[in-house]
């Protein structure tokens, strides 16, 4: 799906972990796009104003790491000990600056951490407790850990421990992958891109996904394009799909769509499930996935929020 325009631009994802369409009754659709247009509307309310992408995207994630329903800060997924551990990324595409955390359990909203290290450090990736004294030390939010349990998570963790001692674990995405992400061109045609996860139900402690990792889960370059990403993170990495579409890009000369939906299938063939929202510097969008749904949605300068969870069209929120 690919819609272009002047203006600003922003999208999002709540994740390519979607809950099978025989599980979505309307009130629980509702209750998700309730959340995703939240999130469009934390973003416009920056871009309209004439604020910059950067801005834009880190309150678009925020405002999903609040809402318990998505997979990253308050609704983050358990680890096999029953640890919950959050990674996140911000990239600003003006001149590639970029934060990440891995690991990291405490700070309210992984994102500002993320943005913390990319604006009060030398460094882009801080990781584990150390990652965590440092937003502390920065006078970042915390929460204890009530306020990140969520029933809902917790038995999914059970089921998954479950159905690995009986050799019988099914093919539900929602235990592989969920992830929020923002990208956006403000007025300016400036782009940047932002991404926050729990990670995989029942990962090992010290897993990291993709999300964290510039190039694979998250990216943004003026030049080309911001993108952040869901879906089977090892896949993700390995491939380094974000950047692989920029450099389709950037060396191919392809227009967003066809390099973002070409990645995406090619990742499908290899089994990576997931999928993506992009933005071009042209303030053109690309939102492909290679599974059954992606929580997702995107507004232009005209304020309409427009929202979709299966491989159906649009509809405004």
């Known amino acids: ?45 920056i871009l309209a104003d004439g604020g910059g992408a950067l801005d834009a995207v880190t309150q678009a994630v ?24 959050m990674d996140a990324a911000v990239m600003d595409g003006r001149d590639r600056s970029a934060g990440a955390v891995a690991g990291i359990f405490g700070p309210r909203n992984p994102i500002l951490a993320a943005r913390a290290v ?9 990781i584990g407790e150390a990652a965590t004294r440092f937003c502390r030390e920065a006078g970042l939010a915390f929460a204890e850990a ?51 996860t729990g990670g995989m139900t029942g990962k090992l402690p010290g897993r990291v996904g993709d999300s964290p990792i510039i190039g694979a889960g998250t990216f943004a370059d003026n030049a080309t394009c ?5 879906g089977h993170g090892e896949f993700f990495i390995r491939y380094a799909v974000a950047h692989e579409i920029a450099a389709r890009i950037a060396h191919a000369g392809l227009p967003l769509a066809a390099a973002a939906e070409a990645v995406v299938t090619e990742l499908g063939r290899v089994g990576g499930s997931g999928g993506l929202v992009a933005v071009g510097r042209d303030g053109a969008l690309a939102l492909p996935f290679n599974c059954a749904g ?24």
Request: aromatic residues 8%.
């Open 118 to 126: 990319m604006e009060r450090s030398p460094h882009v990736l801080l």
């Open 146 to 196: 009530d306020y990140f349990f969520t029933e809902a998570r917790w038995q999914s963790l059970a089921e998954t421990i479950a159905q690995e001692a009986a050799g019988s674990v099914d093919a539900d995405e929602a235990r592989r992958h969920g992830t929020v992400g923002a990208v956006a061109r403000d007025r300016d045609g400036n782009l940047a891109a932002a991404t926050s």
């Open 62 to 85: 925020s405002s999903l790491e609040d809402d318990p329903l998505f997979n990253a800060g308050r609704g983050a997924v358990f680890t096999r000990a029953g640890t919950q551990e």
């Open 294 to 317: 992606m929580y997702r949605g995107y507004m232009k300068g005209d304020g309409i929020a427009y929202t979709a969870i299966y491989d159906e069209g649009f509809t405004a929120a």
């Open 1 to 45: 799906m690919t819609k272009t325009g002047g203006g600003f631009t922003l999208a999002i994802h709540g994740g390519a972990g979607t809950l099978k369409p025989g599980d979505m009754n309307a009130a629980r659709e509702a209750l998700y796009r309730a959340g995703l247009a939240r999130a469009l509307d934390a973003g416009r309310d």
């Open 226 to 230: 911001a993108v952040s990403a869901t």
